[in-house]
């Protein structure tokens, strides 16, 4: 089993910048790909950001591409995301994810696909 804990959320204006981290214990995923995915009020969770076990692939949706970076340290059992120049639409709360299959080859974009999820850190972005 791996827990997931998600910190880093906060209210920033529009323009800001904010750094999520999201720290694994019990089972350590540092074979696991990981990612971070959001879900605004009233809206379906949505992909940001994922990353590969080695840190050796990254892929992220439209909407935060070059904007956004998602990383790792396995040392840590710690992925990150930092958001640069944040936008209200971005206001969202903010999970981290990790996909035990190994094996699957590519990145997945979707909830289903991911085994643990954090709890979620809120992230507010005020025009």
């Known amino acids: 089993q791996v827990q997931l804990v998600e910190s880093g959320g906060g209210f920033v204006q529009a323009g800001g910048s904010l750094r999520l981290s999201c720290a694994a214990s019990?089972?350590?995923?540092?074979?696991?790909?990981m990612a971070w995915f959001r879900q605004a009020p009233g809206k379906e969770r949505t992909f940001v950001a994922a990353?590969?076990?080695?840190?050796?692939?990254?892929t992220y949706s439209d909407s935060v591409k070059g904007r956004f970076t998602i990383s790792r340290d396995n040392a840590k059992n710690t992925v990150y995301l930092q958001m640069n120049s944040l936008k209200p639409e971005d206001t969202a709360l903010y999970y981290c994810?990790?996909?035990?299959?190994?094996?699957?080859?590519?990145?997945?974009?979707?909830?289903?696909?991911?085994?643990?999820w954090g709890q979620g850190t809120q992230v507010t972005v005020s025009s």
């Open positions: 994810a990790a996909d035990r299959k190994v094996l699957r080859g590519f990145l997945s974009i979707t909830a289903r696909d991911y085994d643990y």
């Open positions: 990353i590969n076990w080695n840190a050796g692939s990254t």
């Open positions: 019990g089972r350590t995923p540092i074979h696991y790909a």
